[in-house]
């Protein structure tokens, strides 16, 4: 008879010892994608014995992070389903239960070798130049004798009995992967304080999780064999592993924040759209061409195939992440765009101090972030636009749309509509420089005060008829009107931006300006 058509469960299991890193992020969206590629089911696990390490605060910013990515799971934190618990520290009495069943089976043997005494086996080593493995020295001790050594009140730990020879496992990416046994000897399953290792966890996890494909990052590779041991203890099935690559900078050192934004609602807070980064993340190790950059996160699971993934390193590159944002930004419609900049706005909280937002996005996204970040932190509440400066913001989106690679451009190029003029030394200066200035914003100020209808088609003409009738070079021209109405030298588009001002504040404005000459 055929067997029964495998069910695919996988699961992402980020240690909490931090925010996701990208390269996480990026596993925990493999998994997803792979999960619901063949109809599979998704579960996340929290990796938490590292107690030194491990804090809560770091799970709800995994939990969000993920949220934020769009990657819902079928079973874990806040999914309770049939393999509840999802935190390795609540699992405890089942890692122990199988402990009692290796033990049973004679698969572990407990040893008493003291700290100093393994200590002494490695200096050896050391002078012999070869790698240390345990000596497998308590391997043989009777059963008797052991007992009567605990009853005494020796520390001992349990150690897997490790079979001579070879360990294969299979990797989608690389094929069959060998290890020889004498390279790692009979490892440590429960230390002496009672507590389990990592190993023993993950495979007593798997097992009990029916995970049938284990998807993480290749650091792990040499993890796997013990593992593999483990499984093989247990008589429990071994599953397919997909090791991918990590994520590099482009200097090939492992990404860091060294590299730059290394946390989604960093990126975020800069302004890229989570939906560039997902791809990107996928699209970075795989052909893309410019018609995926638009992908949503349905595209991705029905046309991503992380069995295609290579296994030379991924190289994250900051710039073409940010090429790709402007290219999404451009292929966004006028409401979309509209929203999205609202959203971010409301988040970095443009809406509530536009001129103090406006100082820290003209330092650069990067201060930006660091901003929100520290608010965010204090939870301090964002706040929404009102109702005028929503209707701004959705008039300029498509003004700036082609200026933007990342959504905080738009606050130093259009943040001076959300609030008075004002001009710095800078501007004052570069005015003053400028051939003409106060006759032409003089002269513009009373033209536009006498349009009947404040239409672009209307503004247009007027403003190019100004050079030739003040005898002023057209760029002097609008250096002037640009300066003058916003205090800076970059702006959307002069005859658009007038017109979003209305002809009142726009010929307000030049007057003002010229004033200043
Ligand atoms: N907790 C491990 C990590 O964050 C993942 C281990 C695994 O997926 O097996 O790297």
Known sequence: MAEPPQKIVVRFAPSPTGYLHLGSARTGLYNYIFARRNAGHFILRIEDTDLSRSTDEAILQIVSSMREMGLEWDEGPEAPGAHAPYRQTERQPIYHEYIEKLVGSGQL????????????????????????????????????????????????????????????????????????????????????????????????????????????????????PKQVVIYEALGAAVPEFLHMPLLFGTDKKKLSKRHGATKLEQLTAEGFLVDVVRNYLCFLSA????????????????????LKLGTSASIFDPEKLRWMNGRFIRQLGDVELGERLEEYLTRVGFYREPAAVEVLAKAGPEALAAAVEGAESAHAPALPPDEEQEGLTRILAPLVREKMDVLADFIPMAGWFFRPLAFGDEAVERLQATPSAAEVLREAAVVLAGLDVWAVERIEPL?????????????????????????????????????????DDAVGRLSTAAALL
């Open 463 to 503: 403003v190019r008829e100004l050079p030739q009738r003040l005898g002023v070079k057209p760029k002097a021209v609008f250096a002037a009107l640009r300066l003058g109405m916003s205090g800076q030298s970059v702006t959307p588009g002069l005859f658009e931006s007038l017109w979003v001002l209305g002809r």
């Open 109 to 224: 043997y407990a040893c008493f070798c003291t700290p100093e005494e393994l200590e002494t086996e490695r200096q050896a080593a050391q002078a012999e130049k070869r790698a240390w493995v345990y000596s497998g020295k308590c391997r043989a001790l009777p059963a008797e004798d052991a007992e009567r050594r605990r009853a005494a009140g020796e520390p001992w730990t349990l150690r897997m009995r490790v079979p001579p020879g070879k360990t294969v496992f299979h990797d989608l990416l690389r094929g069959p992967v060998e290890f020889d046994n004498d390279t790692f000897g009979d490892f440590i399953v429960q230390r002496s304080d009672g507590t389990i290792t990592y190993n023993l966890a993950v495979v007593v996890d798997d097992v009990s999780m029916e995970i049938s494909h284990v998807i993480r990052g290749d650091d792990h590779i040499s993890n796997t």
């Open 287 to 306: 052909e893309f061409d410019e018609s995926m950059i638009a992908w949503t996160l349905d595209d991705l699971v029905e046309k991503f195939d992380v």
